[in-house]
């Protein structure tokens, strides 16, 4: 089984700052690992995803997240935030291989960017 | 872009009645995910479908909730009798879910709130 922590519930930041948005995950097997947004009103959207390769993944708005094995991490992350990014952020998981069909959700951050 | 719909948007009904949330997966998908999303537990999984065949259905409480997946365009989650408790907003997601190691990215609908009185 897999389990997905997400540190902090609420993260704000002003605009134009960085932030960092905290993941922790645990699994017995090798897990393909997943951030998801969602604005207000609305379902989630992929936001970026690791399969393999390049431990660093990046978004088309700016975010990036590191997958590091070690620490169990990944972390999302952007040097500068916009007003538009304020959104509830989910880190998810799935185990490696066919059949795995089912996401292990954390329980969200959200982020609020502050003018 | 290809989109899941979800249909109602939003539900208000009174406890004890029967509630039918309905979602129109992505064409070609062959997965379809049903979840629950509080504030008290997070996103929760209910049930999911491969090929229209139920797979797993465990988080779901059998005694009032039903999923089905009648043909390809439609899967259906149907609460029966609705409680307070269950008040919360529903998501369909599907995926083109196998072997391929790119494949397990879902694309949600934008849910169903379910205010049970």
């Known amino acids: 089984a897999q389990s997905v922590t997400q540190l902090d519930s609420q993260v704000p930041v002003f605009e134009e700052a960085p932030v960092e948005l905290r993941c922790n995950y645990s699994?017995?097997?090798?897990?393909?690992l997943f951030w998801y947004v969602q604005y207000p009103n609305q379902g989630l959207q992929l936001l970026l995803k690791?399969?393999?390769?390049s431990t660093l993944v990046e978004s088309i708005n700016g975010f990036e997240a590191e997958f590091n094995k070690s620490q169990t991490s990944f972390h999302l992350r952007k040097p500068s935030v916009h007003i538009s990014d304020t959104a509830e952020y989910f880190c998810?998981?799935?185990?490696w291989g066919a059949g795995s069909y089912q996401l292990t959700f954390g329980k969200g951050t959200k982020l609020s960017v502050i003018p | 872009d290809a989109r899941v719909t979800q249909t109602p948007r939003h539900k208000v009904t009174e406890m004890g009645q029967e509630v039918t949330m309905r979602c129109q997966p992505i064409?070609?998908?062959?997965?379809v995910f049903w979840y629950r999303q509080t504030m008290m537990q997070g996103l929760e999984l209910l049930a999911y479908?491969?090929?229209?065949?139920?797979?797993?259905d465990s988080g779901m409480p059998k005694d009032r909730f039903s999923a089905e997946m009648p043909d390809a365009t439609l899967a259906t989650l149907k609460i029966q009798p609705s409680e307070p408790r269950d008040s919360a907003v529903y998501f369909c997601?599907?995926?083109?879910?196998?072997?391929?190691?790119?494949?397990?990215?879902?694309?949600f609908g934008a849910g169903s709130r379910l205010t049970v009185l």
């Open positions: 699994s017995s097997v090798s897990v393909y």
């Open positions: 064409l070609g998908h062959n997965t």
């Open positions: 690791y399969l393999s390769g």
């Open positions: 997601a599907s995926g083109l879910v196998g072997s391929d190691s790119g494949a397990n990215v879902l694309t």
């Open positions: 998810a998981v799935t185990p």
């Open positions: 479908f491969r090929n229209r065949a139920p797979l797993d």
